[in-house]
């Protein structure tokens, strides 16, 4: 039974009766389980109450606005050679890289937790982030900073709601409205893509270009949401996500096919304006 069908079943009232009439639900949608950015009026609270969770709400906001995101990683065992991918991500967080994403579509929730273990440790040693995609069962369990979901993965206020405020919560977008709409549920960053054509995910869908990741930085302009840049994005093509209103921009192959990572990540690193 699907959960839409279930909640048709049993639905409290407001006086503690139970109803089974599905007509209870209008209205009782994906969006109205979502809270926005300021999910809950202060008003009730006594003034020391307000003030004790402006300063916490502000001490979580602070760590998570820290993130480096200007040389994101993100994983694919398919495109490494000969090499542990915790080996190969040792070597670009030497070169440079600032976060890393724990992508792995392909392996059992076992195969994930050991891998994400094991970059835990690197990435915490060089001071770095780690999120991973989707996942957020393994995100909670390996102590990962953060989770990144797409538009077909757990809806991004609900993913909110589950990993609470202290970890990041990156989101895919392709458009402005999917952009805004992030933003909106609770985003830290919004990843914006494909750019480039991009052999890497198969279902990424048609290139934007650069315009259309200008037009999308341009739509959350009042928002100060970073933005990252991912799809087909080389040494070669970087710096113009740059110039057009990315944070950062986020690899694959440029680094992990890479006959030297390290190398790999510097020189990318270099290449990239602010």
Request: hydrophobic residues 40%.
């Amino acid at each position: 039974m699907s959960p839409i069908a279930f909640i048709s079943l049993i639905v409290p009232l407001r006086n503690g009766r139970i109803v089974t009439k599905s007509s209870h639900l209008q209205g009782y949608g994906l969006h109205s389980m979502c809270t926005s950015r300021a999910p809950f009026s202060s008003q009730s609270r006594s003034p020391e109450h307000r003030s004790r969770s402006r300063q916490v709400d502000l001490a979580t906001m602070n760590v998570r606005e820290s993130v480096d995101y200007s040389l994101y990683l993100v994983t694919d065992r398919r495109v490494v050679d000969n090499m542990p991918v915790e080996q190969v991500v040792e070597e670009a967080l030497i070169g440079g890289t600032t976060i890393v994403q724990l992508r792995e579509k392909h392996k059992s929730t076992k195969e994930m937790v050991e891998l994400g273990l094991r970059l835990k440790f690197l990435t915490t040693k060089y001071h770095v982030p780690l999120i991973v995609n989707d996942r957020i069962d393994v995100a909670l369990a390996i102590g990962a900073d953060g989770v990144h979901v797409g538009q077909d993965d757990m809806p991004a206020c609900l993913a909110r709601k589950l990993i609470g405020n202290d970890m990041i919560l990156g989101v895919s977008a392709g458009t402005k409205e999917e952009a805004i709409q992030a933003f909106k549920d609770g985003a830290d960053y919004i990843g914006v893509g494909p750019v480039y054509s991009t052999l890497s995910k198969k279902d990424a869908g048609n290139p934007i270009g650069t315009s259309g990741l200008g037009e999308i930085v341009k739509s959350l302009n009042d928002t100060n949401m970073p933005v990252v840049a991912i799809g087909g994005i080389q040494q070669s093509n970087a710096q113009a996500c740059i110039d057009a209103g990315a944070s950062g921009v986020a690899v694959i192959s440029a680094i992990l096919g890479a006959a030297d990572p390290r190398k790999a990540a510097s020189e990318l690193r270099k290449t990239l304006v602010l």
